[in-house]
């Protein structure tokens, strides 16, 4: 599948979640709200390193989420406008979690006196680079199936690898 087509069929996949989502009148009297925390992986590359197997505008990697195990993830960059990301966590079991992230990828900030030294990876100086971006869980399949949720953390960009990890709560129906 071809990166334009492989943007559309995720974009696709997305507008159905979020129409199915918005049918949801309220969680149900037994619906579990839960501490959500995730850390996500993703080598692009470097100097000194290959990059990145993902389609390009895309990242890929590792995805940790506490209490629901290990997957995989990939985030298809500008596709629900700019500075909104969508995030694919798929699952050991092959469970799903569809999640929007935003945060605009012109506000990554190199901290203290790091400056312009170093390098990221994806042409800005300074390393390491980091970013605030807000997490909406809008829906999942397996035993996530009908998440929801929200969550705040950082990117961290540093030598060749991002390590992105978000706190907030998911919803289970």
Same mark, same amino acid.
């Given at each position: ?12 996949? $997305? ?6 989502? &918005? ?10 709200t ?7 992986i993703e ?8 990059? &990145?197997? !993902? ?15 290990h997957?995989?993830?990939e985030?298809?960059?500008? =596709? !629900?406008?700019?500075? !909104? ?6 699952? *050991? *079991?092959?469970?799903? $979690? ?7 990828? =012109? ?16 042409? $800005?100086?300074?390393n390491?680079?980091? $970013? ?14 009908? =998440?929801?949720? &929200? ?15 978000v ?5 289970l129906p």
């Open positions: 599948m071809k990166t334009s087509e492989k943007k559309v069929y995720i974009t696709q996949l $997305l507008a159905i979640a979020m129409a199915w989502a &918005s049918f949801a009148v309220a969680p149900s009297a037994n619906a579990e839960a501490v959500y925390h995730a850390t996500f080598a692009y590359g470097g100097p000194n390193a290959s990059l &990145s197997a !993902c389609a390009p505008g895309t990242s890929c990697g590792t995805a940790t989420v506490r209490q629901f195990g997957g995989s993830t985030v298809v960059f500008g =596709a !629900c406008g700019p500075g !909104c990301q969508t995030r694919l966590v798929t699952f *050991d *079991d092959g469970s799903t $979690l569809w999640i929007i992230e935003e945060g605009n990828l =012109a506000d990554f900030q190199s901290p203290g006196a790091s400056g312009n030294h170093g390098y990221i990876g994806f042409g $800005l100086p300074g390491p680079q980091f $970013l605030e971006i807000t997490q909406t869980i809008i829906s999942g399949t397996g035993r996530l199936a009908g =998440a929801t949720g &929200s969550a705040t953390g950082t990117v961290k960009v540093a030598g060749g690898v991002a390590v992105i990890a706190s907030g709560t998911i919803t």
